[in-house]
């Protein structure tokens, strides 16, 4: 690693503002774990965001359920929360949670006991425009006897800081119109993220039932400690993940992943058209690209400012 090297990278577009903020952090030296728990808030907090935080998407209930991780590359700290309710920035609960030695990750009514008792802030983070998507898809989907399970899009962030550490971190409201206490992929170790400082961090998004089925996030780590590059590990691992689950099922769900080396160098792979990622790097500024699948290989272009303004006005569009 080079002196001064840095780097941050996110899952979608939506955590653009995000990494930005916390590319200032990292260039301006400081750690890791900073940048990612500023930037996966950022996303928590912006209400448009429909996947994550407040904002994000309720349970069939209409109960808006929250998971969480985070994950510190040089000390193996890793904490966790899931299916929590009405706690204003969940990230914030797992990472201090992973300086707990025990009880690191929590779930339901005692997670959300913990963080109160911590002095956490409590919010309603079921919006009005949430609850209108909900009042949608069950007059479309269930209403008619018809599944309604899509939308599942996570944050992750996954940071390298000047002194060498990797950090990673998640958060989600998970798959829109779940089950009561589903939980997916994203607060689960080595499959909705991993971060091993000596190697690089990754983190995914997607079908959080397919997702595991690989540890993903793990799998990607191990190819690229044996001398993949970040871009050949994401790759490689979303490849073969998929072949296994169109053989075992017949198809596959949504797997989308984005990595960091401990050099800096990033990564990004996925089985669909249109995922997006964030990045920026001392060698790379700022950029969110939309990726295309050719084959075996991702590709990815910067995003034009025609894709940007048709994803703003989709986030933001009335809802009918």
Same mark, same amino acid.
């Given at each position: 690693?080079?002196?001064?090297?840095?780097?941050?990278?996110?899952?979608?577009?939506?955590? &653009?503002?995000?990494?930005?903020?916390?590319?200032? +952090?990292?260039?301006? +030296?400081?750690?890791?774990?900073?940048?990612?728990?500023?930037?996966?808030?950022?996303?928590?907090?912006?209400?448009?965001?429909? *996947?994550?935080?407040?904002?994000?998407?309720?349970?069939?209930?209409?109960?808006?359920?929250?998971?969480?991780? &985070?994950?510190?590359?040089?000390?193996?700290?890793?904490?966790?929360?899931? *299916?929590?309710?009405?706690?204003?920035?969940?990230?914030?609960?797992?990472?201090?949670?992973? +300086?707990?030695?025990?009880?690191?990750?929590?779930?339901?009514?005692?997670?959300?006991?913990?963080?109160?008792?911590?002095?956490?802030?409590?919010?309603?983070?079921?919006?009005?425009?949430?609850?209108?998507?909900?009042?949608?898809?069950?007059?479309?989907?269930?209403?008619?006897?018809?599944?309604?399970?899509?939308?599942?899009?996570?944050?992750?962030?996954? %940071?390298?800081?000047?002194?060498?550490?990797?950090?990673?971190? @998640?958060?989600?409201?998970?798959?829109?119109?779940?089950?009561?206490?589903?939980?997916?992929?994203?607060?689960? *170790?080595?499959?909705?993220?991993? %971060?091993?400082?000596?190697?690089?961090?990754? @983190?995914?998004?997607?079908?959080?039932?397919?997702?595991?089925?690989?540890?993903? *996030?793990?799998?990607?780590?191990?190819?690229?400690?044996?001398?993949?590059?970040?871009?050949?590990?994401?790759?490689?691992?979303?490849?073969?993940?998929?072949?296994?689950?169109?053989?075992?099922?017949?198809?596959?769900?949504?797997?989308?992943?984005?990595?960091?080396?401990?050099?800096?160098?990033?990564?990004?792979?996925?089985?669909?058209?249109? &995922?997006? &990622?964030?990045?920026?790097?001392?060698?790379?500024?700022?950029?969110?690209?939309?990726?295309?699948?050719?084959?075996?290989?991702?590709?990815?272009?910067?995003?034009?400012?025609?894709?940007?303004?048709?994803? +703003?006005?989709?986030?933001?569009?009335?809802?009918?």
């Amino acid at each position: 690693m080079e002196k001064n090297t840095w780097g941050i990278i996110a899952t979608w577009r939506m955590a &653009f503002d995000g990494i930005s903020e916390g590319a200032t +952090q990292l260039q301006n +030296q400081h750690p890791a774990s900073e940048a990612v728990i500023t930037s996966v808030k950022m996303v928590e907090d912006y209400p448009f965001y429909k *996947s994550v935080g407040y904002g994000g998407l309720p349970n069939e209930d209409g109960v808006v359920e929250l998971d969480a991780a &985070f994950m510190h590359g040089t000390t193996m700290a890793l904490g966790a929360v899931a *299916s929590i309710k009405d706690i204003a920035n969940p990230i914030e609960v797992a990472e201090k949670l992973s +300086q707990e030695r025990f009880n690191s990750f929590m779930v339901g009514a005692g997670a959300e006991k913990w963080a109160h008792d911590q002095g956490f802030e409590q919010k309603k983070m079921l919006t009005e425009r949430a609850n209108q998507h909900y009042t949608k898809r069950c007059r479309e989907t269930i209403f008619r006897g018809l599944s309604p399970y899509t939308g599942h899009d996570t944050v992750g962030v996954a %940071a390298l800081d000047t002194n060498g550490d990797i950090c990673v971190g @998640t958060s989600t409201s998970g798959l829109f119109m779940k089950r009561p206490g589903r939980v997916g992929d994203s607060p689960v *170790s080595g499959s909705g993220f991993y %971060a091993d400082s000596d190697i690089g961090a990754a @983190t995914a998004t997607g079908l959080g039932e397919d997702l595991m089925k690989g540890c993903i *996030s793990y799998e990607i780590i191990r190819r690229m400690g044996e001398g993949m590059t970040p871009q050949e590990a994401a790759d490689s691992t979303v490849n073969d993940l998929e072949e296994k689950l169109i053989k075992q099922y017949g198809k596959a769900g949504d797997l989308s992943v984005v990595c960091i080396d401990k050099n800096g160098d990033f990564g990004a792979a996925t089985n669909i058209d249109n &995922f997006s &990622f964030s990045v920026a790097t001392s060698k790379h500024p700022a950029t969110i690209y939309v990726c295309q699948r050719d084959g075996k290989k991702t590709s990815y272009q910067v995003a034009t400012k025609e894709w940007l303004d048709a994803y +703003q006005a989709r986030i933001t569009a009335p809802i009918i």
